[in-house]
């Protein structure tokens, strides 16, 4: 718990010094007290009241105060946000490196269904919105927790050529921006960012799946410079294998105009195999940058098993709600409570 105005705290000085003055008063009582032969007498004719009827209500009282005295500060709560006030965006690679078959049947295959998994596996009221990249990016669905939305799209991508992973983030802080007032869109001017881990991300995270390294449009780290600005975390995910391998699509994974024929071979010499190399330098400096994190996954499974457990590895998001409101309604409950105790047990 944290208080927006911790100086209000020197209101609780009231307390002390009411029992100060209590005990002052009460000191005084007895010096001028009038001596009396017998006690009994008194005991006798004084109403019978035992010594935690007399104490319960300065305690209560007591206890009203301090509760309203740290009213007075504003105390906060840290509380995790809800999971469907938040949204992720998975940013998928459909470059045409994605054909590579060193992950069988080929790379997209096997990120389709680990995206599918990936969906299914999630709450429901989890927002997720997709992003496709090649040589350019795009938002193909907005966050939404419509499951068969999002299975979909993931049925439909199509492999093209390119790399734009600095677009792709750029694409991500937009589709946030469209549902969160929080988050400015990129081209507007921000000042400077304050450094990760310093609390002041934002529930909403950016996931990038790819395979390659960036090769047009805007440097990824350029583009996590944006993200970071915002508050948004960036995960990114390295896909594949170093092994040469040739790079084989269907038909129903390329896009129309790009350029291959069914059953597309690419690659120089060696038989039209080459070795498509993961940019882990790029994509670490983007997460440690962004207060996300880097993961490796060399074959189907691992990819499985980054995109499932990825919710949990996810920093937990919270927020501070005041509860000045309830310390308010507790002081007032004590001290009201205090109060009527001592006049009824008072008055008998």
């Given at each position: 718990m944290s208080l927006a105005w911790p100086w209000a705290l020197a209101a609780l000085i009231v307390v002390p010094l009411l029992l100060l003055v209590r005990w002052w008063l009460n000191r005084r009582r007895r010096k001028v007290a009038v001596r009396v032969s017998s006690i009994a007498l008194i005991r006798a004719a004084l109403p019978g009241r035992s010594r935690w009827q007399r104490r319960i209500p300065a305690?209560?009282?007591?206890?009203?105060?301090l509760a309203l005295g740290t009213a007075m500060a504003r105390p906060?709560?840290?509380l995790a946000v809800p999971q469907d006030s938040t949204a992720i965006l998975l940013a998928m690679d459909v470059s045409q490196s994605m054909?590579?078959?060193?992950?069988?049947?080929?790379?997209?295959?096997?990120a389709k269904d680990a995206a599918r998994e990936f969906v299914l596996a999630q709450d429901d009221g989890t927002r997720i919105g997709l992003v496709a990249f090649s040589g350019i990016s795009?938002?193909?669905?907005?966050?939404?927790?419509?499951?068969?939305?999002?299975?979909?799209?993931?049925?439909?991508l199509r492999t093209s050529r390119g790399t734009a992973i600095g677009q792709a983030i750029l694409t991500s802080i937009d589709a946030i921006a469209e549902i969160n007032p929080a988050v400015p869109p990129t081209g507007v001017e921000l000042g400077a960012p304050d450094s990760p881990g310093s609390g002041t991300y934002i529930a909403d995270t950016i996931v990038v799946l790819t395979d390659g390294a960036n090769t047009?449009?805007?440097?990824?780290?350029?583009?996590?410079?944006?993200a970071k600005a915002r508050g948004l975390r960036v995960y990114t995910i390295g896909f594949g294998t170093t092994d040469p391998a040739p790079l084989i699509c269907s038909a129903d994974q390329m896009a129309p105009g790009s350029g291959a024929r069914p059953e597309w071979r690419g690659g120089g010499g060696g038989g039209g195999r080459r070795a498509q190399l993961i940019d882990e330098d790029t994509l670490g400096e983007v997460a440690e940058l962004t207060g996300g994190e880097y993961f490796r996954a060399q074959d189907a499974?691992?990819?499985?098993?980054?995109?499932?457990?990825?919710?949990?590895?996810?920093?937990?998001?919270k927020e501070d709600v005041e509860m000045t409101v309830w310390f308010v309604l507790a002081g007032a409950l004590l001290a009201g409570t205090g109060v009527g105790l001592s006049l009824r047990w008072n008055r008998s």
């Amino acid at each position: 718990m944290s208080l927006a105005w911790p100086w209000a705290l020197a209101a609780l000085i009231v307390v002390p010094l009411l029992l100060l003055v209590r005990w002052w008063l009460n000191r005084r009582r007895r010096k001028v007290a009038v001596r009396v032969s017998s006690i009994a007498l008194i005991r006798a004719a004084l109403p019978g009241r035992s010594r935690w009827q007399r104490r319960i209500p300065a305690a209560l009282f007591g206890l009203g105060l301090l509760a309203l005295g740290t009213a007075m500060a504003r105390p906060q709560a840290s509380l995790a946000v809800p999971q469907d006030s938040t949204a992720i965006l998975l940013a998928m690679d459909v470059s045409q490196s994605m054909c590579s078959t060193d992950v069988p049947p080929n790379r997209l295959a096997a990120a389709k269904d680990a995206a599918r998994e990936f969906v299914l596996a999630q709450d429901d009221g989890t927002r997720i919105g997709l992003v496709a990249f090649s040589g350019i990016s795009g938002l193909l669905v907005e966050p939404t927790d419509d499951k068969q939305a999002l299975l979909d799209a993931i049925d439909n991508l199509r492999t093209s050529r390119g790399t734009a992973i600095g677009q792709a983030i750029l694409t991500s802080i937009d589709a946030i921006a469209e549902i969160n007032p929080a988050v400015p869109p990129t081209g507007v001017e921000l000042g400077a960012p304050d450094s990760p881990g310093s609390g002041t991300y934002i529930a909403d995270t950016i996931v990038v799946l790819t395979d390659g390294a960036n090769t047009q449009g805007v440097d990824p780290v350029t583009a996590a410079q944006e993200a970071k600005a915002r508050g948004l975390r960036v995960y990114t995910i390295g896909f594949g294998t170093t092994d040469p391998a040739p790079l084989i699509c269907s038909a129903d994974q390329m896009a129309p105009g790009s350029g291959a024929r069914p059953e597309w071979r690419g690659g120089g010499g060696g038989g039209g195999r080459r070795a498509q190399l993961i940019d882990e330098d790029t994509l670490g400096e983007v997460a440690e940058l962004t207060g996300g994190e880097y993961f490796r996954a060399q074959d189907a499974k691992q990819l499985v098993d980054v995109l499932t457990d990825l919710p949990s590895t996810m920093v937990v998001q919270k927020e501070d709600v005041e509860m000045t409101v309830w310390f308010v309604l507790a002081g007032a409950l004590l001290a009201g409570t205090g109060v009527g105790l001592s006049l009824r047990w008072n008055r008998s």
